[in-house]
Every structure is written in C-alpha cells, then in structure tokens.
C-alpha cells in the first residue's frame, strides 16, 4: 500500500506544480474571506432605502446619517476588499485587512445589534478570518517573508524581524480563536435548547 501512495504522490509531484496550485489556493482563499463584504455592499446598494430605515430602527436619529451610514457601508467595504485582494509588494493589503476589521467591529454597533450574540458571534468569526489573513500578510513583508516562517534570523534585523513574527504569530492564534466563534455559539445554544 505504501508502495502506491508513494508512486501516487511521485506521479502527482511530476504532472502537477504544486507551487502554482498554492499560489492560486491563496487567491482563491483571500476571495472568500472577503466575498462577505463584496456581497454586504451589494445588498446596501440593492436594497438602498431598507438600509436607510434600518438606520432609524437602530436608533440614529439624524436624517443625514441614515442616508451616511450606508453610504459609508456601500463605499468603505469594496475598497478595503480591492486592497487585500490585488497584488501589492506594499503593506496595501495589511491596511485593506486593518479597514475590514474596523468595519467589522463598527457593524453591529451600526445597525444597533450589540446585543445579538449571534450577529456579534458571526461577526467575531470574520474577523478571525482577517486576522488570519493579516498575520499571513505581515509575514509576507519583504526582511520577513524571506527567513522561513516564524523562526527569526541570526542577523542585525532580527529582533524586529522577530517582533513582526511574534505579533503576526499572535494574531494567527487569535484568529483561530475567533474564527470558530459562531460554532461554539450555536453549539453552546443548542446544548442550552435541550436543558
């Protein structure tokens, strides 16, 4: 049996690069992390005017910030999801990331749905995801990227180097974290159901 999972894994290795299949895996994941917001800044365009009275449902009072919040939403949202998604040598896509996360922290307050856990839990999960993908861009810096992960370099650089890597390593764990937030949510309501 290992005799054919090794001629398998040589066959695949000879007819596949698997350096463009990589490459293309991390396109298609920063597409989908960010697809929420494209599809959010969508509804707000379609569905401009529900917007505006959601505005008053959640409490805004001025007239002016019922049509400015989405406004805001319909314009803020795209933009960051351009700045993650194109190609950058820059740190264009960490501030696209830093963007999304504000505006995934601004959300619920926005629409006045601080108090549904489930909004503020599916929310936090995104956010998981971003800091993922921002602790992956951080590493991805020029000095950084080219030390190997995580480990840090044995040269003059490197306690900033380390620094960059510890923090990016930090924000990967807490996005792991976060990112299961809306399982452990409904799994926690649904143990709560059945009490």
């Given amino acids: 049996?290992?005799?054919?999972?090794?001629?398998?894994?040589?066959?695949?290795?000879e007819r596949v690069n698997l350096k463009r299949v990589h490459r293309r895996l991390?396109?298609?994941?920063?597409?989908?992390?960010?697809?929420?917001f494209v599809e959010d800044a969508l509804r707000v365009l379609t569905t401009f005017a529900v917007q505006q009275r959601s505005m008053e449902i959640a409490g805004w009072k001025s007239q002016a910030l019922h049509t400015l919040l989405p406004l805001l939403s319909?314009?803020?949202?795209?933009?960051?999801?351009?700045?993650v998604v194109l190609p950058s040598k820059t740190r264009r896509p960490e501030v696209g990331c830093y963007?999304?996360?504000g505006w995934c922290s601004w959300h619920p307050l926005m629409y006045g749905q601080q108090g549904n856990w489930e909004f503020v839990m599916e929310t936090a999960t995104i956010m998981g995801g971003l800091l993922i993908l921002l602790s992956h861009f951080m590493l991805l810096r020029p000095g950084?990227?080219?030390t190997g992960g995580l480990l840090p370099r044995a040269n003059n650089a490197s306690s900033l180097v380390a620094q960059v890597q510890q923090r990016a390593a930090k924000l990967q764990a807490f996005g792991?974290?976060?990112?299961?937030?809306?399982f452990v949510y409904i799994a926690g309501d649904?143990?709560?159901a059945h009490q």
Wanted: proline share 2%; net charge positive; charged share 10%.
């Fill in 99 to 101: 963007l999304l996360l």
């Fill in 1 to 13: 049996m290992f005799a054919h999972l090794e001629w398998l894994h040589l066959a695949v290795e």
């Fill in 144 to 146: 950084v990227a080219c």
């Fill in 74 to 83: 319909l314009f803020l949202q795209p933009a960051a999801t351009l700045l």
């Fill in 176 to 182: 792991r974290v976060l990112i299961v937030s809306i």
């Fill in 190 to 192: 649904k143990v709560g």
């Fill in 26 to 36: 991390q396109s298609l994941a920063k597409l989908l992390i960010v697809a929420t």
